[in-house]
């Protein structure tokens, strides 16, 4: 399989002693601006004097300067803002509100997760020590959010960083006969939930195949899941456990809407991913169809989805959070992920619109 470059994994290289000025004329001189070096995101926004000190001055600075924060997401790929007075939910939610929000929310996303506040989640229950490797946030569906923002309220002792990697880094290295190939298809993807009530209460879940309907769907009603399964073009099968089948054909490259570059944006390259955990035997054993297909019904080679797997691993950068951090990522031109932790860690999530 032939790579496109041969470039250093991210991992190999200084990024994190690399600290390069960046002058944004809309946005001082009340804040400084800094990252790391050319596809290295995020861009960093920290205050530059004390104006800034306040929650209410925060939030009013950040409506008034939209639009110039607008293009920083799309030119680095995230920004992170950091130092500013940021402690609570509710303040968290109020500051999105200066972004249009995603209409759709979460509604049949793979990641436990429930609502906190407001049009705020949580970030997910997967288990602590699992790590999730970076991804596009709900790459198995056809509607998505064009946006992720990220609030770390309180950061792990151990671990638990939020990993980015810059997806112009990613479609750079991408192997281009597998490019060729997969341009060529659609992904076809059947996943399945638990019974409603399956994970309810639970603070941990050990593979998003035991989330339970109601709550990857946020409601107890089955014609509303049907409902909103129509409206986003999902098909829905009810199984006789219970249980919830849903199957969806989705793009495999996705045009960014500002640039009309393609990004890859799917899980293709995920059938594997629990892969060696005691979950992936009964899964596969109980829902024999799940996956993530190419149009013609095959998937991926291991030869292949390694390659895909190595990418992300190769351009992932692992920049711990300190409590506070807001983080507001471009889902399409930037990837994220989370590495295990040990310890409290509370990061919520918001999912926004352009």
């Known amino acids: 399989m032939n790579v496109a470059t041969k470039l250093p994994p991210m991992r190999e290289t200084d990024y994190k002693s690399r600290h390069f000025d960046v002058t944004i004329p809309a946005l001082v001189p009340d804040v400084k601006t800094w990252h790391a070096g050319e596809d290295v995101p995020p861009l960093f926004i920290q205050p530059a004097n004390d104006k800034l000190s306040t929650f209410e001055a925060f939030n009013a600075w950040m409506g008034e300067h939209r639009a110039a924060i607008d293009n920083a ?54 288990d602590h020590d699992f790590k999730i490797c970076l991804h596009s946030e709900m790459a198995y569906m056809n509607r998505y959010p064009a946006r992720i923002a990220l609030f770390c309220k309180k950061a792990a002792p151990v ?53 339970g309907w109601d709550s990857a769907f946020f409601t107890d ?13 999902i098909q829905y099968n009810w199984q006789e456990d219970g249980g919830l089948e849903l199957t969806e054909t989705v793009p495999i490259f996705t045009p960014h809407p500002r640039s009309g570059k393609l990004y890859y944006r799917s899980n293709l390259h995920t059938n594997r991913t629990f892969e060696g955990r005691k979950v992936d035997e009964e899964v596969r054993a109980k829902h024999k169809a799940n996956g993530h297909y190419l149009d013609n019904g095959e998937m991926l080679t291991r030869e292949e989805s390694d390659a895909i797997m190595n990418l992300y691993e190769d351009v992932e950068l692992d920049w711990q959070y300190q409590d506070g951090d807001v983080a507001i990522v471009d889902n399409l031109k930037c990837a994220h992920g989370r590495n295990p932790f040990s310890g409290p860690r509370e990061v919520l999530v918001a999912l926004l619109d352009r």
């Open 73 to 126: 997401i799309f030119e680095y790929g995230a920004v992170l803002f950091r130092g500013f007075a940021m402690k609570t939910v509710t303040e968290f939610d109020k500051l999105m509100d200066n972004f249009p929000r995603y209409q759709e929310g979460y509604t049949a996303g793979m990641s436990p997760r429930q609502t906190v506040e407001g049009k705020v989640l949580e970030s997910t229950r997967l």
């Open 159 to 211: 671990g638990g960083s939020t990993t980015l990697g810059s997806m112009d880094e990613f479609m750079a290295r991408f192997p281009a006969d597998l490019r060729a190939k997969l341009e060529k298809h659609q992904a076809h993807v059947i996943r399945s939930f638990s019974a409603a009530g399956a994970s309810k209460g639970k603070s941990e879940v050990d593979h998003p195949s035991h989330i």
């Open 221 to 233: 009603s089955k014609e509303e899941v049907e409902r909103l399964c129509d409206h986003l073009g």
